[in-house]
């Protein structure tokens, strides 16, 4: 019985890592400037992403303080593109601003979307 019950965990596991990955892709798509109003190139659905994780990050940097918001998104320079084939990736990196209890403190944040919905992102920060 309990190899059933591990089996159906790691079914449950691998469903929602690929509903994850499906909805990452899908969301991916050309993002609008602006679209959470910090000014952001990446779409909704990759900046809620990119929130959460900074979020995570900063929770391990300081731990005490609770009251953290989102200031701004500074993009960096335009997207970049590049083209192999039918696959186009645009990459750029936007300063992310977080304000920590009244300090504002910053995150580089590298995207890469790639071809009709595949994305990623690399966080750098205090």
Not at 7 to 31: D, F, K, N, Y
Not at 39 to 65: E, M, R, V, Y
Not at 102 to 108: A, C, F, L, M
Request: net charge positive; with cysteine.
């Amino acid at each position: 019985m309990r190899k059933t019950t591990q089996g159906c965990r790691r079914g449950i596991l691998t469903a929602a890592t690929v509903l994850g990955v499906a909805s990452l892709m899908s969301g991916a798509q050309a993002g609008s400037a602006g679209s959470y109003d910090i000014g952001s190139l990446a779409t909704p659905f990759l900046q809620s992403k990119t929130q959460i994780t900074i979020l995570g990050q900063d929770d391990k940097a300081a731990p005490a303080c609770q009251d953290k918001h989102f200031v701004k998104a500074s993009p960096a320079e335009a997207p970049a593109e590049n083209s192999i084939g039918s696959v186009t990736e645009r990459k750029w990196r936007e300063m992310w601003t977080l304000n920590r209890c009244g300090n504002e403190v910053n995150y580089w944040v590298y995207f890469t979307v790639v071809g009709n919905g595949g994305a990623y992102y690399a966080i750098v920060g205090p």
